[in-house]
């Protein structure tokens, strides 16, 4: 799987606009803590020489939502963002302090709703080496990479359950050696897998 692949496959995909994809697919009596907030992320892949790699931000323990978790560059829609590429390059340069000019924008996933409350949509971005990566320390601990080819590995695709509120709570993971990628970050994944290797004539 090579960034043509990718940007033609996201290129012709059409999201569903009527139904969301999210927590609640694997928890039907899942509650939300609130009304939804529109929200978006960047999925950035980066195209280094030797193969393609997903970016992710450790979050630190000090935000109100999330906290310790591993995610997407992102955030809630300002009023400033025109769409949500619009929010999710902001964000992605207020996050880890990288430049939109290195970023390609080349397709949306699903939107996604999460227990807390937001519905997010994904925005996919290609990535070219060099480029600075500056993290915002109240926000993110660290930034880091993983190969695609592991998490497009249906084999890494685990489901986990903990219990949370009361309820037991099923989701996605893909432990990767020390790094546990889960939840919303892990089902956007699973979403990108569905769509890279639906039939060709589902993307069109």
Request: glycine share 6%; net charge negative.
């Amino acid at each position: 799987m090579d960034h043509r692949f990718i940007r033609n496959r996201l290129g012709i995909y059409k999201p569903n606009t009527e139904i969301a994809k999210g927590d609640h697919n694997s928890n039907s009596r899942m509650k939300l803590d609130g009304p939804l907030t529109a929200a978006a992320v960047l999925v950035p892949l980066v195209l280094h020489d030797e193969g393609i790699t997903a970016l992710f931000t450790q979050r630190t323990k000090r935000m109100t939502k999330h906290s310790g978790q591993i995610s997407f560059p992102g955030g809630h829609v300002d009023d400033v963002d025109i769409n949500a590429e619009a929010t999710a390059l902001r964000e992605t340069e207020e996050e880890v302090g990288i430049d939109r000019a290195h970023i390609e924008i080349i397709g949306r996933l699903d939107c996604y709703v999460i227990r807390t409350g937001f519905l997010v949509t994904p925005v996919v971005g290609l990535l070219k080496p060099p480029f600075n990566i500056t993290p915002d320390d109240h926000e993110v601990d660290e930034v880091f990479e993983v190969p695609l080819h592991f998490l497009m590995d249906p084999k890494n695709h685990e489901r986990h359950s903990r219990e949370l509120n009361g309820q037991n709570r099923e989701y996605y993971a893909m432990p990767y050696k020390d790094r546990y990628i889960w939840g919303a970050t892990a089902g956007m994944l699973v979403n990108l897998h569905d769509i890279l290797n639906a039939p060709a004539e589902i993307n069109a």
